[in-house]
């Protein structure tokens, strides 16, 4: 996948690809996604953010003042494109009145 990174880490090679969205609401935009997500998946609340467990890979999400930092992690390009498509089509929905827009690098 030449859009995602490959890292290092305890349980050996895992694929990572990372989004930036800017907004003035990312607090809640965060906290909305969290809760829906919630229902299916384990959604465990940090500083400033949440990290979403699927299984098959984790979703890092922080907020700021000005957007929401987005990462996710697998050990496969279908697990990887899948958690991205799970994340950023739920965001750009929520946030469709805002015009939120996920690009992932």
């Known amino acids: 996948m030449s859009d995602a990174t490959a890292i290092r880490g305890d349980r050996g090679e895992m694929l990572v690809s990372t989004a930036r969205v800017f907004t003035d609401r990312a607090a809640s935009y965060a906290d909305l996604l969290a809760r829906h997500l919630g229902r299916k998946v384990a959604v465990e609340s940090l500083p400033g953010g949440y990290r979403m467990d699927f299984g098959f890979g984790e979703g890092l999400l922080n907020y700021g003042p000005d ?15 899948h958690l991205r498509d799970a994340i950023g089509v739920h965001l750009e929905r929520f946030g469709h009145r805002d015009n939120l827009r996920v690009a992932w690098r």
């Open 67 to 81: 957007g929401l930092s987005l990462l996710v992690s697998a050990g496969d390009g279908a697990s990887l494109t």
